[in-house]
Structures are given as C-alpha cells and as structure tokens.
C-alpha cells in the first residue's frame, strides 16, 4: 500500500506562443522605409507597388510614402512627389 498518492498525467497544458500576426499599417497610414505592413503565413495579402515580401511572407515598405490596400494587394504611394510611379497608382490614390 502506498504512502503517497499517486501523481496524475494530464492530455492538457500545451499552449503556443503569440505570433503577433495580422496588419500592422492600414490604408492611409505612412509607412517609413521597412516599416512592416502585414506580418502573415502564406501570400493572403500580395506585395504591390513599393512593397517587398520577406521570406517568412512578411510585407515592407521600400520607400516611404502612404498605404493603399488594392483587393488582395497592398502597394505604398510615395510622399516624394518627384519620385516615380506607375499611372494606375494615380487613380487608386485618387478613389481612396
């Protein structure tokens, strides 16, 4: 008989780490060069006009300049004016 009472196993207590995911920077904020737009898994969201994916599908700016969300694309407008950018941009920063 045993002195001590036998101590139980359990299936539960496991818990993950926070990730931290989702957007970071919404449309019509300024994101500065590198600043991270959208931390996610996979290509939900696709890099644009400006914007660059890191290899854990991390979206960034590559310039500063404003945040336009376009369906499942994002692209960053630059604040300089002399600065180049695609006639589609115009218009998209114009609707929004």
């Known amino acids: 008989m045993a002195h001590k009472k036998g101590q ?7 818990d ?4 931290y995911r989702g ?7 300024i994101a500065g060069i590198g600043s991270v737009i959208v931390r996610q898994v996979g290509t ?9 994916r ?7 700016a590559v310039t500063e300049g404003r945040v336009i969300f376009s369906g499942r694309k994002v692209h960053v ?4 004016p002399a600065q180049p ?6 218009s998209l920063v114009n609707s929004n």
């Open 16 to 19: 993950s780490n926070p990730k």
């Open 85 to 90: 950018r695609p006639f589609w941009l115009k």
């Open 44 to 52: 939900p969201i696709q890099p644009g006009f400006m914007v660059k």
């Open 8 to 14: 139980g196993s359990t299936k539960n207590g496991r």
């Open 54 to 60: 890191g290899k854990d599908d991390t979206l960034y």
């Open 23 to 29: 957007v970071k920077l919404y449309a019509g904020e």
């Open 77 to 80: 407008d630059p604040l300089d």
